[in-house]
């Protein structure tokens, strides 16, 4: 199982940004994919944007397009939500989920394939508020 830890939740006005952090490792895969979803109040968890440890493709929902960039760093082995422009429908728990296959990874998070899929690991979380 994958050990994943998020970081850099918090509370912003509209308008401002904000930049999420995630840590996963797992020594039994050689390459661990990374996704970032959220969860606002009483709604299901959505996909927001992935990126492949491989060879560096994205996949990113069309309502934070132009909005919120995903990268990762190689050498601090983190990958980066940047979300610029916030909303107050951005307001929710962010998770990160990482798993060593890239398929259901950008399938789940562009809303596609089978949600019974289990990926390697998920984070506790950060919250993120967006007030008017």
């Known amino acids: 199982e994958a050990q994943v830890a998020e970081s850099g939740g918090g509370l912003v006005q509209a308008g401002g940004s904000l930049r999420l952090s995630c840590e996963a490792s797992d020594k039994s895969l050689i390459y661990i994919h990374v996704g970032w979803f959220r969860q606002a109040p009483g709604r299901e968890r959505q996909g927001i944007a992935a990126?492949?440890?491989?060879?560096?493709?994205?996949a990113i929902t069309d309502s934070v397009k132009g909005r919120f960039t995903i990268s990762k760093d190689n050498d601090e082995k983190k990958v980066y939500l940047q979300m610029d422009h916030l909303q107050p429908e951005d307001t929710g728990v962010y998770y990160c989920a990482a798993d060593g296959a890239w398929g259901p990874l950008h399938d789940r998070v562009l809303g596609l394939g089978s949600f019974a899929y289990q990926f390697d690991g998920w984070g506790q979380g950060t919250q993120v508020t967006v007030s008017a």
């Open positions: 990126i492949n440890d491989e060879d560096g493709r994205i």
